[in-house]
């Protein structure tokens, strides 16, 4: 039976095929649809895990008990869970252990553009990497299959490209595994202590060497000898950039990123006149195949930044200047990100705005925020550090920081990495205040369950994180909650916690406007009275997409609302001449 599946569709569907017991993740974009396609498959435990470490820590535990696991985030995800991931490299697994990293090329949803082939090397843990959908489900078997023949966990690679491109699949049916019987013990392989690890570090290095010798008998490591006037290297994506823009050329099509066929990469560029590295990102085999005395060229033509295209491949190849893309619709009006119409937090930053206050950011729709014509955040650097910076600031600052900054951090994020920074500031005594802007769900990667939402990613009640309560037994003892549509209040509160010569947290509390389980019809829609609206333009500075400006109306021009208003109030509440009124 063949379909038409995404790539993280391929990969959940990859995972049931292989006979995952477990899988967990953290929700980021370009991956997170590969859990919520796995808990489809009911043969499989699945999990939301507060974050990426986590994740990888139970999947390793499932694999050292005998169970195969799953652990999928997206590129910077990795980051978070390096430190057991080095660890692994050294206890090696029981069952099979398969981590999925999505990188992100051209930063469509991400605050950096890292190249993950490196972590595999850094690690040394082998890496596959599909190059559509087919080979999406295909790998993640592979990888079981490599993980437990080598004692080792397995990196499979994706791109957003690959993630969200659809192409056809051929299904086949899951494989048996027998349930684990007991758990090993053995603690010369799953005990880092110095001893124990000093012992395991040689096996590692061995591991390496065997892998070196299986990538080059490797079939997917695939020679296409065409016209040998051009050689090209690539793999995943880039590959079928390549192959668009040169049909005829010939190709070495890598499907194991690390470690590299050194003798099929030799014996490929003594076949061909002009040897070419197509690689998105870091010069990562560029750098392998220069080091084992190869001519190639590579990121002299070829971009270093951004996502590739076919046409990325034809001009660097060709140095032909590139071609200017016609638009795609001339009266295409602009469309840059926003936050929804009645967003809980839209109220939040702009009172933070007209307070003038300086707000440590963080990662999530309400980042949002730092956009014109909220501009209402001020740093974000990574999932939790709003809080850490505001420690920062503070101590730095001294008594100068008193009223002036704020860190505000999403529901899910705090829970993700923001409890020790918050940990931090009550143990070490600072002044700072956190908003927690708690919309019940994990909104920006497509409202997924956490800790605090009452709900597992398998949809079972769970417990329901209590924030004021956490937040008082780590030592804050000032917690207050706010409506964020009541700007009056918001405005209040705001004002008194930064002026508190103590640490403080304010739970903005309201559920995303398109939770699924909360989900309320919307208030009654606004309208503006245009004989009322003096034109100052006010409601136009909380970036709602159901307010316009229409310069021709009334004196001086006029705001209207259009059928996107939930009447939230927030506009109405700003209007200097109560223009802005309920109802039709």
Known sequence: MKVLLSGNEAFARGAWEAGVSVAAAYPGTPSTEILENIVQYKEIYAEW???????????????????RALACMKHVGVNVAADPLFTAAYTGVGAGLVIITADDPEMHSSQNEQDNRNYAKFAKIPMLEPADSQEAKDFVKLAFELSERFDTPVFVRSTTRISHAKSIVALAEPEKHAAPAAIERNFEKFVMLPRNARMRHPIVEQRMRDLAAFADAFERNELIMQDTGIGIIASGTAYQYARESYPDASFLKLSMAFPLPEKKIREFASRVDKLYVFEELDPF???????????????????????????TASTGISGAKPAQAAPLLDYLPPRPPNMCPGCPHRGIFYILKTMKLFVSGDIGCYTLGALPPLSAMHTCICMGASVSAAMGMDKALGDNNLGKAVAVIGDSTFVHSGITGLLDIAYNQGACTVIILDNRITAMTGRQEHPGTGFTLMGKPAKQLDYAVLCRALGIEHVRTVNPYDLEQVRSVIEEEVNRPEASVILAQAPCVLHRREYKEPGPAFHIEVAECIGCRACLQIGCPAISWHPDEGAKGAAHINTLCTGCTVCAQICKKSAIKSGK
Do not use: H, W
């Not at 507060?50 to 169970?67: D, F, M, R, S, T």
């Not at 085999?285 to 046409?311: H, L």
């Open 285 to 311: 085999y560029e750098d392998q195949i220069r080091a084992m005395g190869i001519s190639v060229t590579g990121k002299q033509v070829f971009p270093i930044c951004g996502e590739f295209n076919p046409a």
């Open 49 to 67: 895990s507060p974050n990426e470490k986590v994740a990888l820590e139970v999947a390793l535990g499932a694999a050292i008990a005998g169970g």
